[in-house]
């Protein structure tokens, strides 16, 4: 409150193997982390930390790892994840990728219950895949109007040729 910090020092045992640290679960207290922390240890806590907030704080540290070694973490967190706004993280991550790479998740996105997951890949894709054309199309008919108005955009950019027949359905 005084505006001062405190540091501590934590030193683990050798031959001890730690998971993952949480230092504030449920970041009830305000904090800055600021120690390294392996692709491994956010995965780990990303799928087992007991509180959600703390999954989804590991996922978004993710951001600022190299995304040539984060791939098959995003797609674990995604495969494990139960709540909606993890999933749709792990998948406007994965949209870095090539579709081609990731065209399993970006199609499990299009098809998933929840619109805010929808809307990951709707919003963060930059290019339409063929193999896509036909799912964005089923976005047009969404129960989120941000949805139909995402896909429609990138129907009209990508297949201009059909223009008349997207505004029809």
């Known amino acids: 409150v005084d505006g001062s910090i405190t540091q501590t020092t934590l030193s683990i045992p050798e ?37 959600m907030i703390d999954r989804y704080d590991a996922l978004k540290k993710l951001r600022d790892k190299p995304n040539n070694e984060k791939r098959n973490a995003l797609k674990t967190i995604y495969e494990e994840a139960d709540y909606h706004l993890v999933k749709a993280e792990a998948l406007k991550q994965l949209t870095d990728y090539p579709a081609s790479q990731v065209i399993t998740f970006l199609r499990k996105g299009l098809m998933a219950d929840h619109h805010e997951v929808r809307r990951a890949v709707l919003k963060h894709l930059d290019s339409l895949p063929t193999a896509l054309t036909p799912l964005y199309e089923r976005s047009l008919q969404d129960s989120s109007f941000k949805n139909v108005e995402l896909a429609l955009e990138t129907l009209v950019e990508n297949r201009p040729e059909n223009l008349n027949a997207y505004l029809t359905t």
């Not at 001890?16 to 449920?26: E, S």
């Not at 800055?32 to 392996?38: H, K």
């Open 15 to 51: 031959g001890n193997t730690v998971k993952y640290v949480l230092f504030y679960p449920g970041n009830q207290i305000l904090k800055r982390e600021t120690f390294p922390q392996s692709i491994a240890t956010l995965t780990t806590k990303a799928t087992e930390a007991p509180l």
